[in-house]
């Protein structure tokens, strides 16, 4: 069982127990069942049941941050910049540029989730 603020997931081999386990979380929390999951905290969920495998895709949410930094467009490179460079204090700009810093902190948020 996975559980995040108002969401949950709940996994289990027999089908007769999971039934019996919602059945007796639904008469204790307020909710509904909403039958097989297709998403699950903004992760696609793809099922194979002859597999018995389950995954997790962010491919919607990576398409979506990139949508909102306007980066959908981007060259996805190994490193961020050519190999060997050494930066030092004078490459940095004299006065820092707010709304770079903020572009920047939201990136990193949006990334940490990935």
Do not use: W
């Not at 949950?8 to 509904?32: H, N, P, V, Y």
């Not at 990576?62 to 910049?81: E, G, Q, R, S, Y």
């Not at 490459?91 to 948020?109: C, F, K, L, N």
């Amino acid at each position: 069982m996975s559980a995040h603020i108002d969401d949950t997931l709940i996994l289990c081999e027999d089908l007769d127990t999971l039934s019996k386990f919602k059945a007796l979380m639904l008469t204790r929390f307020e909710g509904t069942n909403e039958g097989d999951v297709t998403e699950y905290l903004g992760c696609e969920v793809v099922r194979d049941r002859e597999q018995r495998t389950l995954h997790l895709l962010q491919s919607a949410y990576i398409k979506k941050v990139l949508a909102f930094h306007t980066m959908t467009d981007a060259n996805p490179v190994k490193t961020p910049m050519e190999q060997g460079v050494r930066l030092s204090k004078r490459d940095s700009p004299a006065v820092i540029d707010i709304a770079i810093q903020t572009e920047y902190r939201a990136i990193v948020g949006h990334i940490s989730f990935m």
